[in-house]
């Protein structure tokens, strides 16, 4: 799925907090926005998501405009995995029950089968199955969290900063699976995040957001080799490179 | 010594049983900077809140040696931590959200940390407090002491948090993930204010992280620990170039702007590392 984003602006109670952004992903390819908190880049994903109705511009995917309120099929295509996986899990339902509550709504059949494939695909034991989240190690409900996105079986994933909330050690787990299912599933990645290293591993484009506005878009590569024009962009790469060299 | 801890073992006693937590943790602090890292988990925080007697009540705490400054803390009373507390050693925690009082302005609250400690009139200790505000590099000390703390960003909360705790000249200063919460390029700022302040002052300086590069360039020590144990301490300087291999796997494991990995290669735990 193509998605193109064309002078996408939103704005909360009169402030505009997203400026104009446009951006074109192609399909199986994978988009990340880096910025620091306020920048709006959470804003846009949601916004793509179809979590936010208020906005003005184009969100098209596979060519085709986005609609402000989007139809039940959109959340077949489009799925979008966050931040904290203690946060986005129901507390009072099991990983059975939390599996289920899209292919119930959506009508869909083998519910029993579609869970055991989709846990197997994310690499979590079919015990879990009937666990509640609060029994599950970190790493463990993120996975929880992109079975949930993969059983719509969607085109596109929307990642907000699927690993900031977990040890480095887990974060390799989840991005090293994130890899794998795009790899497999030719799926196209939009991910959010604040740091260049995580961002320039999964994403090819880098698109720079500050204060609403994307001020530059740079490939992974350029942005390693410091080819880079905006002062932010810059700034973020400086940090990014200094805490990397040895003290 | 400004710190020692000698075979500190922590564990919680739960409906299911007995669960150990920290096992027989030892390190020493003067008035140096000393990072602790490892995984959510390891028993880093609980080693540091230990040291403060602030742990619930159901935990267990024994150790050969747990003493600040030559005082017992697994002795002192509650009256006699409440002079160290705060007063001679002050803790940072990581989210100044949860942290501040969200119904008083932080001038007040600032003024409220310094009067506790020295004393003085309302009118000084205000006074006193926006000069703190001051020393944490905040521009305009008056405005933001008028306001409340959601009225301000995440690194500003931060600085105030840093502001509260220097009102009392501590000697010791427990950072306890500091900037987890921050963006990259706070995050750099408000370490350099630590380290400054802390140099600046002749303090001790305990920064609790899951940050290995963080820690390595703020700190002059670095303690290592995985599952309740220290799997080694090292110069910091030395940290990227450490020999264990669960700093090893924990430096490897991260991805990388500069030097990118196909795939990132996983954390393999081996139970050797206990022993």
Request: proline share 5%; hydrophobic share 40%.
């Amino acid at each position: 799925m193509t998605i193109e984003i064309d002078n996408l602006r939103i704005s909360f109670v009169g402030r505009e907090v997203v400026k104009g952004v446009s951006f074109n992903v192609a399909k199986g390819a994978s988009f990340g926005i880096v910025g620091e908190s306020g920048s709006g880049k959470s804003t846009v994903l949601r916004a793509m998501a179809g979590l936010n109705n208020d906005w003005s511009g184009r969100i098209a995917f596979s060519g085709e405009d986005a609609p402000l309120f989007r139809p039940p099929a959109f959340f077949r295509k489009v799925q979008m995995v966050f931040q904290d996986p203690y946060g986005s899990l129901h507390p009072r339902q099991t990983i059975d029950r939390i599996l289920s509550e899209l292919p119930l709504v959506h009508g869909m059949d083998n519910i029993d089968d579609r869970i055991a494939k989709v846990l197997s695909a994310v690499a979590l034991p079919q015990t879990a199955r009937f666990r509640y989240p609060h029994q599950l190690s970190g790493g463990q409900r993120q996975r929880v969290a992109i079975a949930r996105a993969l059983i719509a079986e969607p085109e596109v994933l929307l990642l907000d900063e699927p690993t900031s909330a977990l040890d480095v050690s887990v974060q390799a787990e989840i991005l090293n699976l994130l890899a794998d299912l795009r790899a497999e599933r030719n799926l196209t990645y939009v991910m959010v995040s604040h740091n260049l290293s995580v961002i320039t591993h999964l994403c090819t484009q880098v698109g720079v957001m500050i204060d609403g506005h994307m001020v530059e878009q740079v490939t992974a590569e350029d942005l390693r080799l410091g080819n880079v024009n905006h002062a932010h962009t810059r700034e973020l790469r400086s940090l990014s490179v200094e805490l990397e060299e040895p003290a | 010594m400004l710190v020692e801890i000698k075979n500190l073992h922590i564990g919680f006693e739960s409906r299911t049983g007995f669960a150990p937590a920290v096992k027989g943790v030892s390190m020493s602090l003067g008035t140096e900077k000393l990072g602790i890292v490892g995984e959510s988990g390891s028993g880093k925080s609980l080693t540091a809140r230990a040291l403060m007697k602030l742990l619930p009540k159901q935990a267990r705490v024994e150790a050969d040696k747990l003493a600040f400054d030559g005082i017992d803390v697994l002795s002192a009373s509650e009256k006699q931590m409440r002079t160290i507390r705060g007063k001679r050693a002050g803790f940072i925690l990581q989210d100044p959200k949860y942290s501040l009082n969200p119904v008083k302005t932080i001038g007040s609250q600032v003024a409220e940390s310094w009067r506790t400690h020295k004393g003085g009139s309302k009118r000084q200790a205000l006074e006193a407090a926006i000069n703190l505000l001051e020393m944490v590099k905040i521009r305009d000390p008056r405005k933001v002491a008028a306001s409340y703390p959601h009225e301000v960003s995440g690194g500003m909360g931060q600085r105030v948090m840093i502001a509260m705790m220097l009102a009392p000249d501590p000697e010791l200063l427990i950072a306890d993930e500091p900037t987890s919460a921050l963006d990259a390029t706070v995050q750099a700022e408000i370490l350099r204010l630590i380290e400054e302040l802390v140099s600046e002052r002749g303090m001790g300086l305990l920064l609790i992280s899951h940050d290995l590069p963080l820690v390595s360039h703020f700190c002059d020590r670095v303690a290592v620990m995985y599952a309740g144990h220290v799997m080694e301490e090292l110069k910091a300087s030395e940290l990227l170039s450490a020999q264990h291999p669960y700093t090893r796997g924990l430096l490897n494991c991260m991805p990388s702007l500069m030097h990118p990995k196909e795939r990132l290669p996983v954390l393999t735990r081996d139970p050797e590392w206990l022993k």
